[in-house]
């Protein structure tokens, strides 16, 4: 439908001339549209010159926002930094990072309030303005990027960026800081602004709108995207109470002529700025459709639990998109291990255990040990139904029991001799030798299963020869050269690089973070002892020496100066703390065995007791009373006679 006072054909051409490139949109205007005015009628012609002459005026006074000049004096900043940074490594005392810092941001400061001028009061200048802002952000984002030395100033720095309406001097918005890295909330609070006003002032601008947010996308992550919609908030409560960062509204508002009560409208919807008037409710709508249109094209190529809990909370129609992403999440699911896991975790967060078996039961093999926690989450949300519980502590079971089967693999590399049959052997006889009596015995059994270095056997280690005769560098471990160990210039525990993950799992496998997890899983799904039981039994049988605290010593003792091998003593003290819980509770188990055992023992001992005693009582009352019949004898015998034959031993069998 065409707007108001506009016909089919002028609104097409609105259209189409909204989506030419600004050179074909200056050609088309002074080719076909300015050659237009000589043919009108003098009274149009003149009322158009007129609109053209008001707008110059009203732009006269605009900021110039001079994109390359500032880029230029930006880029001499960020050279003088880096600069900085290289020479304080050498002398400290001669930093003066902290004033650099400062003049940086007071020169972002100084052009945000420029650009805010230009979009929201000028309302003009909207692409210029986002190319701006995109290079505030690739500096912020290099100012990040140090080349050593202390961060402290970059971290710890406090400044101010105030907002003031350009034509009055009034404020507007002001934030303080504590941190550079901050800065950014100014950035996605002016493009809020910014996509505000270009949709309020040219519907049509949609397409424009949809590119730049995959601008923002690019430079600062999805997650920036969210927090634009909230005005740099990454919640949507109208304080920001998970940040040492604030922003203040000063008491007095720009607020349009038209619509003093603007500030009002907060208490409504989290995504109106105060200094907006209630018709921009319609755009701020819009634009959240628009990043809501980027997010969940980005959704389905890389799902996350993260993104589609932020698509819900932006969405103007919440049921339906997250109808939509569970959807797209299931069906996709089995694509990649990404995908596959943060499924899980969608489902798992929905609590849709049915879902969740579905997936598990075709897409298991694509789990990796790094999705190790999202995995729990999930098999904990399938025992939360009762008809899935048993399934969930079999899963426990079978990943516990993995754990333990990838521990024996990785301990081969160090003590490749452990399974030999003679070590087998002579660790049975070792564990029946009192631990007191046996330290030299231990020693000399842990030497026997230790793999020899190649220097050991007079074979120089190939990497440190290959190294030697490249006339390279020869890193030395201990006190031999062919101890060198081939991957302990691998610093993966501290270097957490998304890329290296294949690696970390590969070569520094976390043993003890995962056994702990499942460990922790297995007690909240409940009844846990079966399976622990279980896992515990099928340990001990592939190691037995965990139930020998003294051999375990040993041989972390042989392990831990490695730097490669600390995952592996980790993941040691994690088995041998199961395994020696596990015994604790066999023993306790073992001792209540007994006890009941004794008490059943001793309650049958006074069962007999107390009828043995009772048989003795009735054999000494009649006794007594025969006695006492024979010893008075007299008129009442007649009476007595009858109890003088009574068999009290077969009353007594009786009984």
């Given at each position: 439908m065409s707007p108001p006072g506009r016909t089919k054909a002028s609104t097409s051409f609105v259209q189409i001339y909204d989506t030419l490139p600004p050179d074909a949109q200056r050609t088309l205007l002074e080719s076909y549209i300015v050659p237009l005015l000589d043919d009108l009628p003098d009274s149009v012609a003149t009322k158009v010159l007129d609109s053209a002459k008001e707008m110059q005026t009203h732009l006269k006074a605009i900021p110039k926002l001079d994109y390359q000049a500032k880029r230029t004096e930006l880029e001499g900043l960020l050279s003088e930094i880096?600069?900085?940074?290289?020479l304080s490594l050498y002398i400290k005392e001669r930093s003066s990072r902290e004033q650099l810092f400062e003049e940086t941001m007071d020169t972002l400061s100084t052009w945000i309030n420029d650009i805010w001028s230009v979009i929201f009061e000028y309302q003009t200048n909207f692409r210029l303005a986002h190319q701006c802002l995109i290079l505030a952000a690739e500096m912020l984002r290099r100012m990040f990027s140090t080349h050593g030395g202390c961060n402290c100033a970059f971290l710890n720095l406090r400044f101010v960026t105030s907002i003031r309406h350009h034509k009055t001097g009034k404020f507007v918005k002001t934030f303080r800081f504590t941190g550079v890295p901050n800065f950014e909330r100014v950035l996605l609070w002016t493009w809020r602004e910014l996509f505000v006003s270009m949709l309020a002032s040219s519907p049509g601008q949609k397409h424009a709108v949809s590119d730049m947010l995959?601008?923002?996308?690019?430079?600062?992550?999805w997650e920036s995207l969210p927090k634009m919609v909230f005005g740099g908030r990454t919640t949507d409560s109208h304080s920001d109470l998970d940040s040492e960062m604030c922003d203040t509204e000063t008491e007095t508002e720009f607020l349009?002529?038209?619509d003093e009560d603007g500030q009002d409208y907060w208490r409504w919807t989290p995504f109106h700025a105060d200094h907006w008037p209630k018709s921009a409710n319609f755009p701020i709508d819009d634009v959240r459709d628009l990043v809501q249109q980027c997010?969940?094209?980005y959704f389905h190529v890389s799902p996350s639990l993260e993104l589609y809990t932020s698509i819900k909370i932006i969405s103007t129609n919440a049921l339906a998109v997250q109808r939509s992403?569970?959807?797209?999440?299931?069906?996709?699911?089995?694509w990649s291990s990404d995908n596959f896991i943060a499924a899980l975790s969608i489902f798992a967060n929905e609590d849709s255990a049915e879902v969740i078996w579905k997936l598990h039961t075709g897409g298991a093999h694509l789990i990796r040990p790094r999705d190790a926690v999202d995995y729990q989450t999930?098999?904990?949300?399938?025992?939360?139904k009762a008809a899935f519980r048993s399934r969930a502590q079999k899963i426990c079971q079978d990943q516990l029991l993995a754990i333990v089967r990838e521990f024996r693999a990785e301990l081969y590399l160090p003590f490749s001799r452990l399974y030999d049959p003679a070590r087998v052997s002579e660790l049975e006889s070792l564990v029946k030798q009192k631990p007191y009596s046996r330290n030299a015995n231990v020693a000399s059994w842990v030497t026997a299963v230790s793999t020899p270095n190649p220097g050991d056997l007079g074979e120089p280690n190939p990497m440190a020869f290959a190294a030697m005769m490249m006339g390279l560098p020869v890193p030395v471990a201990g006190d031999e050269l062919g101890g060198i160990e081939e991957y302990n210039g691998l610093d993966l525990a501290k270097d957490r690089d998304p890329d290296l993950e294949d690696l970390r799992d590969e070569f520094r496998p976390q043993f003890k973070s995962r056994f702990e997890g499942w460990f922790g899983a297995t007690i909240t799904i409940g009844k846990p002892d079966q399976v622990f039981r279980a896992v515990f039994t099928e340990l001990v049988a592939m190691m037995p020496f965990l139930r020998e605290p003294d051999i375990v010593d040993e041989m972390l003792n042989r392990i831990s100066d490695k730097p490669s091998k600390h995952h592996i003593c980790d993941g040691f003290e994690t088995l041998q703390s199961f395994t020696m819980a596990e015994v604790c509770k066999e023993q306790v188990r073992q001792r209540h065995k007994e006890a009941r055992g004794r008490r059943k023992g001793k309650a049958a001992g006074q069962n007999a007791q107390a009828s043995s005693s009772g048989q003795s009582s009735q054999t000494r009352n009649s006794t007594s009373r025969t006695s006492a019949s024979r010893a008075n004898p007299g008129p009442s015998m007649s009476v007595r006679q009858p109890f003088a034959g009574f068999d009290f031993d077969g009353l007594d069998s009786v009984d």
């Open positions: 880096e600069r900085d940074q290289k995959q601008d923002i996308q690019a430079v600062l992550s349009t002529e038209d997010l969940v094209s992403l569970l959807e797209t999440a299931e069906s996709n699911a089995l999930a098999v904990v949300a399938l025992g939360k």
